[in-house]
C-alpha cells in the first residue's frame, strides 16, 4: 500500500507542473491528470522497475483539463479513500491572483484551457470558481502570485523532503590527469601539489590502497591542512547542493597517474563524508593502469 498520496492541483499556470517536476526529483511517483475512478487500478498495479518498494509516496496531479473533472465528486471520493479504506490522502492546492496569472498567460502567449476563444481573464475566473471545493477541501495551500519556478521548487523541497528520497546520489572518483578529466565532474581537486609514491621504486608498484603509500601521502606537510579544507568545503556544499534539488553529485579526485595520491585521498574523504551522514559511492577510475615514467613528469627535486 502506498504511504502517501498528494494530490496536486490548482488555477492553471499556477505552477502545478513545477511542483510535480520536483517532487518527482525527490523521489515520489507522479501521475498527471489521472481520472480518479483509476485511481484504484493504479493502486493494485504492479510496482514500476527499479522501485524499491511499496512505501514510495504517490503524487497525483489534476485539474480542469482532466477527464471527467468534477470537484464535487473529487473530494467525495477522496473522503471515501480515506474513511473507507484508511489511505492517508492530502491535497494541495496552487493559487495564484489573477493579475498575476494574466501576465503568465499574456508572457507564454498560450491560451487559457477555460477560455480558448476569450480573454485569459474569464477563463481564470470561472476556473476559480470551479476549482472552489478543492480549495475548501486542501489541507495545504501555496500561493505562487510573488512566487518563481524556482522558489516554488525551494518550498516543495522545504515541505515535503522528509517524504520522499531526495539525497542526491554522491559519487567520488579518483583519476589521473595523464589520461584525461572524468566527464560529468561537478568538482575536480588536483592532489598532484602531494610528494608523489611513484618516484620511489619500493612504492611505485603499490596504490593508494595499500598503508605504505597511504602513510607516504599523509607524512607531506601539506597533506593534513589540504585534507581538513577539502572535506570541510565538501560538508558544506553537499547540503547546498541538496537545497538546490542537484539530483547527482560528483566529485573527482586527481593526480598524474591516478593510482597512488587521488586513490589514498578518496579513501580518506569518502570515510570522512560517511561519518559526516553522506553515502558516498567510490569509483578508481585509472587503479590498474601501468605505472609509466613519462606520464608522471620528472620528480620532484629534493
Not at 504511504?3 to 517532487?23: C, F, H, M, Q, Y
Not at 586527481?254 to 574523504?269: A, I, K, N, P, Q
Request: proline share 7%; charged share 25%.
Amino acid at each position: 500500500m502506498t504511504k502517501d498520496i498528494l494530490l496536486v492541483t490548482g488555477l492553471s499556470g499556477a505552477g502545478k507542473s513545477t511542483v510535480l517536476k520536483t517532487l518527482e526529483d525527490l523521489g515520489w511517483e507522479v501521475v498527471d491528470n489521472l481520472p480518479l475512478v483509476l485511481l484504484d487500478r493504479l493502486l493494485d498495479a504492479p510496482l514500476a522497475a527499479g522501485a524499491a518498494d511499496d512505501s514510495q509516496p504517490l503524487a497525483i496531479g489534476i485539474g480542469a483539463r482532466t477527464r471527467d473533472f468534477d470537484p464535487t465528486r473529487i473530494v467525495e471520493r477522496i473522503r471515501s479513500l480515506r474513511d473507507d479504506h484508511g489511505l492517508d490522502i492530502g491535497m494541495l492546492f496552487l493559487d495564484c491572483s489573477g493579475a498575476e496569472l494574466e501576465r503568465r498567460y499574456s508572457e507564454t502567449r498560450r491560451r487559457h484551457p477555460l477560455a480558448p476563444d476569450r480573454p485569459a481573464g474569464d477563463g481564470i475566473a470561472r476556473e476559480r470558481e470551479l476549482l472552489r471545493p478543492l480549495r475548501d477541501w486542501a489541507n495545504r495551500l501555496i500561493d505562487t502570485t510573488d512566487l518563481t519556478a524556482n522558489a516554488l521548487a525551494q518550498q516543495v523541497r522545504t515541505t515535503f523532503a522528509g517524504h520522499g528520497r531526495d539525497a542526491p546520489v554522491l559519487s567520488i572518483q579518483s583519476f589521473g590527469f595523464a589520461r584525461g578529466l572524468p566527464r560529468n565532474a561537478d568538482l575536480v581537486f588536483d592532489m598532484r601539489f602531494l610528494r608523489n609514491p611513484h618516484w620511489d621504486p619500493v612504492l611505485r608498484p603499490g596504490t593508494g590502497l595499500d598503508a605504505d603509500v597511504a602513510a607516504y601521502v599523509a607524512a607531506d606537510p601539506a597533506y593534513p591542512a589540504a585534507m581538513e579544507q577539502i572535506g570541510g568545503l565538501l560538508e558544506l556544499l553537499l547540503p547546498r547542493y541538496r537545497a538546490e534539488g542537484k539530483s547527482y553529485v560528483s566529485v573527482a579526485i586527481g593526480c598524474t597517474g591516478g593510482r597512488h595520491r587521488s586513490v589514498h585521498v578518496t579513501e580518506r574523504l569518502a570515510d570522512r563524508l560517511r561519518k559526516a551522514g553522506f553515502s558516498p559511492t567510490i569509483t578508481h577510475r585509472d587503479l590498474g593502469a601501468a605505472p609509466q615514467d613519462s606520464l608522471e613528469g620528472p620528480p620532484a627535486s629534493k
